[in-house]
T-cell receptor
Framework: DTGVSQNPRHKITKRGQNVTFRCDPI?????LYWYRQTLGQGPEFLTYFQNEAQLEKSRLLSDRFSAERPKGSFSTLEIQRTEQGDSAMYLC??????????????FGPGTRLTVT | AQTVTQSQPEMSVQEAETVTLSCTYDTSESDYYLFWYKQPPSRQMILVIR??????QNATENRFSVNFQKAAKSFSLKISDSQLGDAAMYFC??????????FGKGTKLTVNP
């Protein structure tokens, strides 16, 4: 089990450019989540998928943000026309029902985005 | 709206001593779960312990235990016999009515040798 992986680990981009991040969940997990974490704060939920269906989106997810999980495996998060306020750590997590009603989420190492 | 509040931005403890991190939450859900996550510097977040709201018994995982006070909406984490490797950011999180986690702002724990 290789855990949740995210690529790239770091991304520096200029304001106005588009960026795309990738998340590979734990192989048997059918749920995948995206969070954003700014300095000194806890992670904030962005969106989540059950298989390929996007089931919930936060109001934080402006129309410049789009996430996909085309085959129910890996997911991509794209930010168009980046702004300095998009600078943050983007975390991916995955889970599968554990029989208790909870979905214990396993986090990846994150992608740190810096917009200059 | 669900909220999680961690009122201690930073805490410190001597190695081998015990420390308690505080967390309060608010939710209108009757079924929910509470978690403590640990985020070491430049490393990924890992689950420390979880509590199902319907269980009255406090969860315990080795040196980590919680004090879950449902009526007071309080969920504190006790770390016994603190070790240098316990130094990290600790986040309290709530999951209820939705699969998303709602996190507090975190408590930075320093362990002094």
């Amino acid at each position: 089990d290789t855990g949740v992986s995210q690529n790239p680990r770091h991304k520096i981009t200029k304001r106005g450019q588009n960026v795309t991040f990738r998340c590979d969940p734990i192989s048997e997990h059918n749920r995948l989540y995206w969070y954003r974490q700014t300095l000194g704060q806890g992670p904030e939920f962005l969106t989540y998928f059950q298989n390929e269906a996007q089931l919930e989106k936060s109001r934080l997810l402006s129309d410049r943000f789009s996430a996909e999980r085309p085959k129910g495996s890996f997911s991509t998060l794209e930010i168009q026309r980046t702004e300095q306020g998009d600078s943050a750590m983007y975390l991916c997590a995955s889970s599968s029902p554990d029989g208790s009603g909870s979905y214990e989420q396993y986090f990846g190492p994150g992608t740190r985005l810096t917009v200059t | 709206a669900q909220t999680v509040t961690q009122s201690q931005p930073e805490m410190s403890v001597q190695e081998a001593e015990t420390v308690t991190l505080s967390c309060t939450y608010d939710t209108s859900e009757s079924d929910y779960y509470l978690f403590w996550y640990k985020q070491p510097p430049s490393r990924q977040m890992i689950l420390v312990i979880r509590q199902e709201a319907y269980k009255q018994q406090n969860a315990t995982e080795n040196r980590f235990s919680v004090n879950f006070q449902k009526a007071a909406k309080s969920f504190s984490l006790k770390i016994s016999d603190s070790q240098l490797g316990d130094a990290a950011m600790y986040f309290c999180a709530l999951q209820g009515g939705s699969e998303k986690l709602v996190f507090g702002k975190g408590t930075k724990l320093t362990v002094n040798p």
